[in-house]
């Protein structure tokens, strides 16, 4: 598995991975009918650098690292990360974050956080849990699922390069 910044050459295939997920409207809070323009804009112009995971020549996964907040909170990062459902069960999701985590420290990041990954994307869950990060909050009924209604929406945090200082040591 080749895992590398993601290139303007690479928009179609991005595209191709995205456009299915966001329609399906299972895992990420954006709209159902997000445009190509949109949804490559929120993937990678905004962030600040965009990945790819290829075998063979072929794009499989993606994902994105950017600021999740501006001032203080600007040293905490958020990621998005989407796999193609034909090679889903493969250790690509896995591969992806462990290489985000690496990435995220280079560009001076000292934390990860998932804003929303919903209880009902158990594999999600369990995947964040095997790589170390914590649920430190549950938002009740935050998303609306097309087919479970409202489903609680947790939010995982993971320190990067070891383990979180106690400021009430400091």
């Not at 420290?105 to 919903?118: D, R, T």
């Amino acid at each position: 598995m080749l895992i590398r910044r993601a290139t303007s050459a690479d928009t179609q295939a991005i595209w191709a991975l995205l456009e299915p997920v966001f329609a399906a409207g299972q895992t990420y809070a954006v709209p159902r009918d997000i445009t190509r323009d949109a949804a490559l804009d929120l993937w990678c112009t905004t962030p600040a650098a965009t990945f790819v995971a290829e075998h063979n020549g072929e794009v499989l996964g993606t994902f994105y690292i950017k600021t999740n907040a501006q001032g203080g909170g600007a040293h905490v990062c958020n990621c998005g990360y989407v796999t193609a459902g034909h090679a889903q069960g493969r250790g690509i999701a896995r591969q992806m974050c462990e290489r985000s985590q690496v990435e995220a420290a280079a560009l001076g990041y000292k934390a990860m956080q998932f804003n929303l990954v919903l209880s009902s994307n158990t594999a999600a869950v369990a995947l964040w849990h095997k790589l170390g990060f914590e649920i430190i909050g549950v938002l009740p009924r935050a998303f609306d699922h097309p087919q479970l209604g409202y489903v609680h929406a947790h939010v995982m945090y993971k320190e990067l390069g070891g383990a979180a200082a106690d400021p009430s040591s400091e």
